[in-house]
Structure formats: structure tokens, C-alpha cells
């Protein structure tokens, strides 16, 4: 981590290329939790260059891939940084290979039971704008989808994410859809729209528990009048 921005890149780079290999027996010696540790304080360091982050954000993110266990340690803090906060200024960076392996490594933390609370516990006025606007101005494809996909995983863990999808007219650019897309892009609008199909029940449900619920607590109250 102490060694100058040459040796430090050409290390990211090679550990990129092993954890590539997904399943090689070579690459478990670098898929563990000080080597992800290090790799997140190289990306979170802005005074390196964009390249060398772009580098240790793909090897990062390869890396979790390969061993999902590695994501839990980041939950806390890395060089005094929030995890939160440095995966949040990976989504927000300017460099497009930093906020692609941001947001596979959001995922990753979504599907993981141990790592979730690395996302769910942002607030959702924090989190849904920046993945709006990856979705919305991205000029990648992949990025478009990947950010799609962070959302459609966010609303199924919890419908407060939907509600506030809603407010953040995410809904409305899904309706927007394009008729050519790429076609992992359309994958996503589908999974995204499928998701939100099937929690449907779910807050019909919540809504008319409730209504049921304020319905016998007034006419208790009138009982007893």
C-alpha cells in the first residue's frame, strides 16, 4: 500500500488478472480480507490517479466475486472511511470503471445475507439518486443496467425502497423504455419490472392490514362512547 503508484498499479493489475479466473485454486491467496482491505483504500484514495483506481476497483469487486466472505470486513470502516460512504464515492466518481465495480459490488452485498447492511442502512435520499443518476446519464450501457439491477434488488429486500423509487420517478423512466437496447440493458428493465410486479400483493397487503387495523380502533372507540 506504501509502495510508489507504479508498483502499486502494477500489483492491482496483477491480482485483477488472478481473481479473473473465478474458481483457479491460484487465486484464493488473493481473495481474502486484507487484500480487499487494501485494494478499497487504494480506490478511496483520491490523491492516486484514475487509472490506478479503476484498476483496484476492478480487482476489488473480482475479488469479492470469487469470495463473497471478504465483503463483511468492509461493512466497517477502512482507513478511517466509512464503507458506506467510500462504496457511495465509487458510485459517485467520475472514472466509469470505479462506478461499475461500485456497483457490482453493491450487489454482491445485496444478495449476501452477512453484507446487506451495507445498503440497507443508507438512508434511501442518500443511495436512489446516485443510482438514478448512473441509470439516467450513464453513458455506459452495462453501467445503466448494472444500476437498474441495484434498485430492482433494493426494492425486493424492502418496500420502502419502492415508495421511494416512486418520488424519485424512477417508474416513470422505466415507462420511458427504449425500444433498441442492448440486450443485457432490456434483462434488467425486465427484471426491474417483474420485481415490482411481484411486491405488489405484498403492499396491497401492508395497506389493507393497516386500513383494517385504524378500521377496529375507531370502532372500539365508539363502543366505548
Not at 47 to 72: K, P, V, Y
Not at 85 to 101: N, P
Not at 110 to 134: D, G, K, N
Amino acid at each position: 500500500y506504501e509502495e510508489d503508484e507504479i508498483t502499486k498499479h502494477y500489483a492491482c493489475k496483477t491480482i485483477e488478472n488472478i481473481v479473473s479466473h473465478e474458481g483457479a485454486s491460484w487465486s484464493d491467496a488473493f481473495t481474502e480480507c486484507r487484500t480487499a482491505i487494501l485494494l478499497f483504500a487504494i480506490v478511496l484514495k483520491k490523491e492516486s490517479g484514475d487509472q490506478i483506481r479503476g484498476t483496484a476497483a476492478s480487482a476489488l469487486s473480482r475479488s469479492i466475486r470469487c469470495n463473497a466472505n471478504i465483503l463483511h470486513p468492509l461493512v466497517g470502516e477502512v482507513d478511517n472511511v466509512n464503507a458506506r460512504d467510500g462504496l457511495i464515492g465509487m458510485l459517485r466518481d467520475t472514472e466509469a470503471k470505479v462506478q461499475q465495480s461500485g456497483l457490482n459490488i453493491l450487489n454482491y452485498a445485496l444478495i449476501h445475507e452477512e453484507s446487506r447492511s451495507i445498503a440497507t442502512t443508507m438512508e434511501e435520499q442518500t443511495l436512489l439518486p446516485v443510482l438514478t443518476s448512473l441509470f439516467e446519464r450513464s453513458q455506459t450501457t452495462v453501467i445503466k443496467a448494472k444500476a437498474l439491477l441495484s434498485m430492482a434488488l433494493l426494492i425486493r429486500l424492502h418496500p420502502k425502497w419502492l415508495l421511494a423509487a416512486c418520488g424519485a420517478r424512477v417508474l416513470a423512466m422505466i415507462d420511458r423504455r427504449p425500444t433498441d437496447m442492448d440486450k443485457y440493458l432490456a434483462e434488467s428493465y425486465d427484471a426491474f419490472v417483474i420485481t415490482v410486479v411481484s411486491l405488489v400483493p405484498r403492499v396491497n397487503g401492508g395497506i389493507l392490514g393497516e386500513v383494517e387495523r385504524l378500521m377496529a380502533s375507531k370502532e372500539g372507540e365508539a363502543n366505548h362512547e
